[in-house]
């Protein structure tokens, strides 16, 4: 084979780009299916394929841009720059050049920087990708997939980055406190101790995104209200940014309840998986039957997320894989 080449005058980005000990070049390696090499300020493919030649081309060139934009580059970043400039992911198929700009710029538009937050947030995958942008351009969000997708991670991340920056007055974070049979009047202590364990998630996808002293703020001032969802009734919700999670576990009656509590400038956004619904036989899931009902709606988006989208580890991603083949 004879290797193409690309000449980086800039060499901090350069350097940015191989990673301690060159280790991202051993991810570029393993995504293009040929030996990433550098000497000097120049980043070899060791290939005779055109094709993949063009495609490290414009993988390095996102990388770039990338790290003009402020982001590290990580193993993580790279694969989901290839990610966007392959259909499916699939090595060897890169997209055509004018639809790989594209998809490169719209992932850089959606990446998330949460003032004072730990680093830029950017999605791990198309799908992810396309679930920022719902997020970003429709009232009312749906994101339904397994364990592991990102759909409150991300959905926390637009939502601090929005409340951090002004742009609404508060974020409410909500979820049905009734899983698997349970009851909270069986569960020892007051309501706080007795709904804590429903709510950790949510305050686990906060920590992971702003420091502890930024958020006790944020509660004290009353700018972020974590409740279970039966303390939405009644209520009219303006100018605020609304999770609900775990949506799989509201009843039609819920469902319906929440969704109409939503005023002018209140965007909500719905996570859930439809294949853990944990509510007693012969109750329909209120998220199934939402979307089933409000998909066509212009304002409504709906994000269905997949194996393909796990980011949690690949051994999760394979174990969901494995449960959908049964």
């Given at each position: 084979m004879s290797p193409s080449h690309i000449v980086l ?318």
């Open positions: 005058e800039d060499i901090s980005i350069l350097s940015e780009l191989c990673g301690a000990n060159d280790y991202n070049l051993t991810v570029l390696s393993g995504l293009l299916g040929a030996r990433v090499f550098s000497r000097g300020n120049e980043l070899y493919l060791d290939t005779d394929d055109a094709s993949q030649a063009d495609l490290f081309a414009r993988l390095v060139e996102a990388i770039r841009s990338s790290v003009e934009d402020g982001m590290p580059v990580t193993p993580e970043l790279i694969i989901a720059l290839h990610a966007e400039l392959t259909p499916e992911g699939k090595a060897g198929e890169p997209a055509a050049p004018g639809d790989q700009e594209q998809r490169v710029k719209n992932f850089l538009d959606v990446c998330i920087q949460i003032p004072n937050g730990f680093g830029k947030v950017f999605p791990r995958s198309p799908g992810q990708s396309l679930y920022l942008q719902g997020i970003a351009t429709h009232d009312l969000v749906f994101a339904i997939g397994p364990a592991g997708t990102g759909k409150t991670y991300l959905a926390m991340a637009w939502a601090l980055r929005e409340l951090l920056s002004r742009n609404r007055r508060k974020l409410i974070l909500t979820r049905p406190v009734v899983e698997a049979g349970e009851s909270l009047g069986y569960l020892p202590g007051d309501l706080e101790q007795k709904i804590n364990p429903y709510l950790r998630p949510l305050y686990d996808a906060m920590e992971a995104l702003i420091p502890y002293e930024t958020i006790r703020k944020l509660e004290e001032s009353r700018a972020i209200e974590v409740a279970p969802l039966a303390y939405m009734r009644g209520r009219s919700l303006t100018n605020c940014i609304v999770i609900l999670d775990e949506g799989q576990n509201t009843t039609k009656e819920q469902m319906k309840m929440f969704l109409t509590r939503l005023g002018e400038r209140t965007k909500a956004i719905v996570t859930g998986d439809i294949t853990q619904i944990d509510l007693p036989r012969r109750s329909e899931s209120g998220l199934v039957h939402a979307i089933t009902l409000l998909e066509s709606i212009d304002e409504v988006f709906v994000s269905r997320l997949d194996a393909r989208d796990v980011v949690r580890s690949a051994l999760v991603r394979k174990i969901i894989e494995a449960y959908e083949k049964e």
